[in-house]
């Protein structure tokens, strides 16, 4: 029964995804149709495994097998350039096109990594100390909030072309962080 669900699921995902990826490449006033029919598609799939399936069990394998579907569409749907040659002065040159410099290397690795770490820690004790709720909960959402904070630190500060404005803003960000949450366990 599980791998019947399965399969319905990932081909109802499917069709849910190409009907909406239909509605926003079209971009005229007759989308609204297959932007609901897509939407329909995908909800009515997860109502069905809710009430099939299972409150707990259907609505995981729904969204599961449904985001594989979906994932399928755009893997097929998407578009492959070829790598057209660029002449020196018709465009500005990518941040991360651009030649390397040892030492901006060294500092952006400094700045992504420790620095971006105590930004993440900063923003990840405010979260612990003014969520409201069990302070066992506050602490392991403010744990489980650190890496993913940490690295969109890192990505952020990797693709900034300006030094200076990341370490800035890491600076800030730490700073401010560490002290709205002294200031939140003091009270």
Known sequence: MIALASLLLIAGGALGA???R????????????LLLAGWAVLIGLLVAAFLLI???KGLALGLAMEGIGALAIIWFGRVRRKAARVRDGDVAPEPLEEPGRFWRGVLRALLAGPLGMTAAMGVAFCVTVYLPGDPRTRIVLGGLLLPILWGLAMTW????????????????TSTIGFGLAALGGAA
């Open 18 to 20: 190409a009907l909406l």
């Open 157 to 172: 500060t990797l693709a900034d072309r300006r030094l200076l404005r990341a370490t800035a803003v890491l600076v800030g």
């Open 54 to 56: 299972g409150p707990v």
């Open 22 to 33: 239909r509605s926003w490449v079209r971009r005229d006033r007759s989308v609204l149709g």
